[in-house]
């Protein structure tokens, strides 16, 4: 049997410091400041915030740390403990398709921003960047990124932006940006997540509401695994997803799929000529209903109270996403039947899909037994180890020092 280790994120404050003296060793003066964003994990409500959807993230301890300051000249210079790719660019030069890899999630927010500064957009400025969210687990660094970015930005440039319309500013710069058009669900909760709760977000208007998820206490635990499964074709897999559930809003003849109800799907099947569209549609309309479920049965009782009711909803969602939505892979299928064999009280994958994460939960004191199950069921099938992590729930993005 493989051995496991449950990671835990690097300490904040040293990774602050360490990011500070990363700036001043690379750029050769202090910087301004330090500010840092999360990742994340969905707790449920999967695919559904391009939709005007419900959802549920958490931050996680996992962050993205940038370290900046004011230059007195144009040059916008940006550089990256994980990378050597920097980045000089003139402030007024930025624009779509100017700016390739990591650093267009953070120019892109500055472009972004420009709509909240005044006078010319010429200011410059260093940013060093050290980002400790694993890449392409699906655990949202480049949210992780984008947001760390925007705090820095919102200071330097003292803009008075509010933490929403930093959130917007992330995703515009995804979207348009750097040109992966997501849905604001990993922004959301990267910048207005609490520490010791949950964010239950309506996407229709980015509306949030704090949900106290203190798992720890109840002698539980949200066990992430990362599955180490590449994210082949997940661009091309995600916009084909987003393009069939506007398909299927369509055919249904509301605006998003947010207003459509289970009720209409099966009187009104004839309309959805298409068997894959009325699967997709199926998704979306369970999925927020078991995120209105979920909610209601957290602000019923506490999570021990309602573990198994909880926990079904967290199968059903993956089940749903396996079999109506179709973004699952054999790794993440697998890492979910192995944490529900080995006693898990529920589990599915998080995030996009496609390979990513899967998230289980689990009785504090069984989540190293889940793991060791996971990773055996791994090893069994020749997949490459997967990775486990506990996850915390986390505050949002601010200023470290
Ligand atoms: C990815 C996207 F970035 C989010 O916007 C969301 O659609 C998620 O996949 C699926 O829920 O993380």
Redesign the pocket.
């Known amino acids: 049997t493989p051995a496991v280790t449950l990671s835990s994120a690097p300490d904040r404050g040293e990774a602050a410091e360490r990011v500070e003296s990363l700036f001043a060793e690379s750029f050769g003066y202090a910087p301004d400041g330090v500010w840092s964003a999360p990742g994340r994990v969905?707790i449920i409500?999967?695919?559904?915030?391009?939709q005007d959807g419900l959802?549920l993230p958490m931050a996680i301890s996992h962050r993205c740390f940038a370290a900046a300051a004011r230059t007195p000249t144009d040059l916008v210079r940006l550089r990256s403990a994980q990378d050597d790719q920097v980045l000089e660019i003139h402030a007024g030069d930025l624009e779509p398709g100017a700016v390739d890899g990591w650093p267009a999630y953070v120019a892109g927010v500055l472009w972004a921003l420009r709509a909240h500064i005044s006078g010319a957009t010429t200011q410059g400025m260093d940013i060093m960047i050290d980002g400790q969210v694993p890449l392409g687990a699906?655990l949202?660094s480049?949210?992780a990124l984008e947001c760390s970015a925007a705090e820095a930005i919102e200071a330097l440039l003292s803009l008075g932006t509010t933490p929403l319309q930093r959130v917007r500013a992330a995703i515009t710069a995804?979207t348009d940006f750097a040109g992966?058009s997501?849905?604001?669900?990993?922004q959301s909760a990267s910048v207005l997540s609490r520490a010791g709760h949950a964010l239950f977000l309506d996407c229709r208007d980015f509306s949030t509401r704090a949900v106290p998820w203190d798992l720890a206490s109840q002698g539980l635990a949200l066990l992430i695994t990362d599955t180490r499964a590449e994210h082949s074709h997940v661009d091309g897999e995600?916009t084909a997803r987003r393009a069939d559930s506007e398909r299927a809003a369509a055919a249904l003849g509301v605006a998003t799929l947010r207003d459509a109800d289970a009720a209409q799907l099966d009187t009104l099947p004839a309309s959805l000529e298409d068997e894959v569209v009325r699967r997709r549609a199926r998704h979306a309309i369970s999925e927020i209903q078991r995120v209105k479920d979920f909610d209601a049965l957290l602000a019923a009782g506490t999570v021990r109270d309602n573990v198994r009711e909880l926990g079904d909803l967290l199968n059903a969602s993956h089940d749903s996403l396996r079999d109506d939505y179709e973004v699952t892979v054999p790794q993440l299928d697998t890492a979910v039947d192995a944490a529900r064999q080995a006693g898990a009280h529920g589990a599915r994958m998080t995030?996009?899909?496609f390979g990513g994460s899967t998230i289980a939960l689990v009785e504090a004191d069984q989540a190293e037994h889940v793991a060791t199950a996971i990773a055996a069921a791994f090893s069994e099938r020749g997949f490459t180890a997967p990775e486990f992590f506990l996850a915390l729930p986390s505050e949002g993005a601010g200023q470290d020092r």
Do not use: Q
């Not at 409500?45 to 391009?50: L, Q, R, T």
């Open positions: 969905n409500g999967e695919h559904v915030d391009y959802c699906g949202s480049s949210a995804e992966a997501t849905g604001g669900l990993d995600y995030g996009g899909g």
